[in-house]
């Protein structure tokens, strides 16, 4: 049994999840603990439109994409910063692995493990070790009488598939409104590009964009591959 669970909250997660977070807590039997780096990613990226220093997210460019650095500030960081409070350690870091964290990356995406960087963490990934698809954990799910979590991912997150942008679209308007409007924010850059930017991989402006799935126009869907390093909803 676990210690204890983090959620690393960037400020941008849609509605649906902030709500399943609630339920999920009262279901658990051991805590879950919520850390926000500063006032969260949405408003250091703000900063960034009005010129002030600030973290990248992977906003897509007319000749490329930014390099992230989203993750490590905003996940990674006050992660670890939690789990060193937690494991109750102070002065120099231990070279031996004194902490034990599980992160839930399913066989559908085992290209997202990655060993720890700190040497007092080690990372395992049980439903890799279990065999098990997110099919399974849907089905675990279901079987067991909870409610199927919806996913967590930043409402603007340039990573998004045409399918994400349109179940945002039809199942979180609310969500997609912003995205839409931010959008058009960083179009003249942040504080290190002076390049137009932009949310959707077609380098268009979102709220114009045709969002059949690549699934519908023939292509295939590559889902989670580029994605936030398996650290996302951890």
Avoid at 94 to 123: A, Y
């Amino acid at each position: 049994m676990p210690d204890a669970a983090i959620f690393s909250d960037v400020g941008a997660e849609p509605q649906s999840v902030y709500d399943y977070l609630d339920y999920l807590e009262k279901q658990l039997p051991f805590p879950v603990y919520r850390v926000m780096e500063k006032d969260g990613l949405l408003e250091d990226v703000k900063r960034g439109i009005s010129g002030k220093r600030c973290s990248n997210p992977p906003f897509h460019t007319e000749t490329g994409i930014l390099m992230r650095t989203c993750t490590v500030d905003f996940k990674i960081r006050p992660i670890i910063r939690k789990t060193k409070e937690i494991a109750g350690w102070k002065g120099r870091k231990p070279k031996e692995p004194i902490v034990t964290t599980w992160i839930g990356i399913s066989l559908d995406e085992i290209q997202r493990m990655k060993e720890s960087r700190e040497p007092w963490i080690e990372h395992r990934f049980p439903l890799i070790e279990k065999r098990m698809h997110r099919y399974h954990c849907k089905k675990w799910i279901m079987e067991n009488g909870y409610k199927v979590p919806p996913r967590s991912a930043c409402w603007f997150c340039p990573y998004h598939s045409n399918k994400e942008w349109r179940r945002l679209k039809d199942e979180e308007p609310d969500e997609f409104k912003k995205a839409v409007e931010l959008d058009k924010e960083i179009r003249s850059g942040v504080y290190n590009t002076k390049q137009k930017l932009f949310l959707h991989k077609s380098k268009k402006p979102l709220g114009e964009v045709d969002l059949a799935t690549d699934i519908e126009k023939g292509q295939e869907e590559f889902g989670f591959i580029q994605e936030c390093d398996g650290m996302c909803g951890v």
